[in-house]
């Protein structure tokens, strides 16, 4: 057979088809399967019972519209895969941004996994969370990088990466993530959609899209909501045995899995997988 040659443009302009039709497959996706039909806003307030409490200091500010709105910037979000994968893919975001940001205790009312969302940035963190080996993502001057918003972004790599991504001066105004309701969810979205090498996506992860490396399987690390927990914070939660932190994401995880009829799927803890 004979060879077929393309010129530079005609691969170029082959490209953009297939990004574009890539992106409008991604929102049809995401129109066809909108988020607010797997959780409205009367499942919202049950998941988060106690976010706006005056207890609580974040009272009034993880809206439900916020949230809503923010989703439509990742369209993959909650529109992937069968029902099932799509509400335990939101049940497992919710649950760690719940742990992330909770207020609640033992005994507490309604019991201790009916009070997330009600932190929006980090009490007394212990440093300005600034990396000054990333280069590419400077320090601006009297800025702390503590954790802000639902996911608690930290440190300068991570709000210098989540600006650009999403339109604003993370590294000169980061307290804009705790400022902002609308933006404050998108850097937690930003987050959990984003493959960082050599971590993989949390959404690649819930979905069931990411391979084990032959790394994974050495440091014997397992697809599920254990795994996301090791993205999020395996340096200081995984691979130490039974964790308390750890134990609280999935009690969070059981009880909003639940009220999505669906089930958690294996491999929760991290407890003797290697951090990333």
């Known amino acids: 057979m004979a060879a077929v ?3 530079s443009s005609s691969i170029f302009i082959f490209s953009l088809t297939t990004i574009f039709l890539f992106s409008i497959s991604s929102w049809e996706a995401a129109e066809a399967h909108p988020i607010s039909t797997l959780i409205n806003k009367k499942l919202y307030n ?6 706006d409490d005056k207890a609580c200091p974040a009272n009034n500010f993880y ?15 909650g529109t992937t895969g069968s029902l099932a994968t799509r509400k335990r893919e939101i049940a497992a975001f919710l649950a760690q941004i719940s742990h ?13 996994y009916s009070w ?10 212990g440093s300005n969370y600034c990396d000054d080996t990333y280069k590419q993502w400077p320090c601006y001057p009297g800025k702390s990088y503590k954790g802000r918003g639902p996911i608690q972004l930290s440190w300068n790599f991570n709000y210098g990466q989540a600006g650009k991504a999403l339109g604003f001066d993370g590294l000169k105004n980061p307290e804009i993530v705790a400022n902002n309701s609308l933006i404050s969810f998108k850097t937690a979205l930003w987050f959990w959609m984003t493959e960082q090498k050599p971590k993989p996506s949390c959404h690649d992860v819930m979905v ?8 994974d399987v050495a440091a014997n690390r397992t697809v599920g909501f254990g795994m996301v927990t090791n993205i999020i914070n395996g340096a200081l939660e995984c691979g130490i045995g039974s964790d308390a ?3 609280d994401r999935i009690g969070y995880f059981k009880r909003y899995a639940s ?3 669906v089930q958690t799927g294996p491999n929760l803890d991290c407890a003797n997988q290697k951090s990333f």
């Open 5 to 7: 040659s393309l010129s």
């Open 46 to 51: 049950t998941l988060f019972l106690h976010k």
């Open 63 to 77: 809206t439900y519209r916020s949230f809503i709105k923010a989703t439509k910037w990742f369209p993959g979000f």
């Open 100 to 112: 992330e940001t909770g207020g609640g205790w033992a005994t507490a009312p309604d019991g201790p």
């Open 116 to 125: 997330g969302l009600c932190y929006k940035e980090e009490i007394n963190p």
């Open 208 to 215: 069931g899209r990411y391979v084990l490396t032959k790394a």
């Open 245 to 247: 932190r750890v134990n």
């Open 259 to 261: 009220l999505f009829s």
